[in-house]
Nanobody, 124 residues
Framework: QVQLVESGGGLVQAGGSLRLSCAAS????????MAWFRQGPGKEREFVAA????????YYADSVKGRFTISRDNGKNTVYLQMNSLKSEDTAVYYC?????????????????WGQGTQVTVSS
C-alpha cells in the first residue's frame, strides 16, 4: 500500500496557473503509474494525466493537452501537475492515484491507492 497526500489547490482566476503536488510514501515501484483525476460538482471522477515513475512516460486527457503538464521527482517521491490557462470547467477536486498496471488506464477502478483530494476553483 502507498499513502498519497495532495497539496497546492486553491482559488485562481481564469487564465491563471496552479501547481499541484502529490507526495507518496510507502512501497512504490518504478513500474507504477501515478495519475491525477478530478471530480467536478455533480460529475463523475475523470482522468486528467498519468506518468510512470521509472521512465517518465506521460499520458493526458484530450481536455488538458497543451495546458497541463505532469512530472515527477523520484528523489522526493513526489508527482506534480502544472496547470496553465485554467478555465472555469477545470474547477474540481483533484485526486492523486496509483496504478500497478503495466499500461496506462483512465479507469478509476484500476487505481488502488488514492489521496484525499485538493480543491481547485477557477473563477471566470
Amino acid at each position: 500500500q502507498v499513502q498519497l497526500v495532495e497539496s497546492g489547490g486553491g482559488l485562481v482566476q481564469a487564465g491563471g496557473s496552479l501547481r499541484l503536488s502529490c507526495a507518496a510514501s510507502g512501497r512504490t515501484f518504478s513500474s507504477d503509474a501515478m495519475a491525477w483525476f478530478r471530480q467536478g460538482p455533480g460529475k463523475e471522477r475523470e482522468f486528467v494525466a498519468a506518468i510512470r515513475w521509472g521512465n517518465g512516460i506521460t499520458y493526458y486527457a484530450d481536455s488538458v493537452k497543451g495546458r497541463f503538464t505532469i512530472s515527477r521527482d523520484n528523489g522526493k517521491n513526489t508527482v506534480y501537475l502544472q496547470m496553465n490557462s485554467l478555465k472555469s470547467e477545470d474547477t474540481a477536486v483533484y485526486y492523486c492515484a496509483r496504478s500497478r498496471l503495466p499500461v496506462f488506464t483512465t479507469s478509476p477502478k484500476e487505481y488502488d491507492s488514492w489521496g484525499q483530494g485538493t480543491q481547485v476553483t477557477v473563477s471566470s
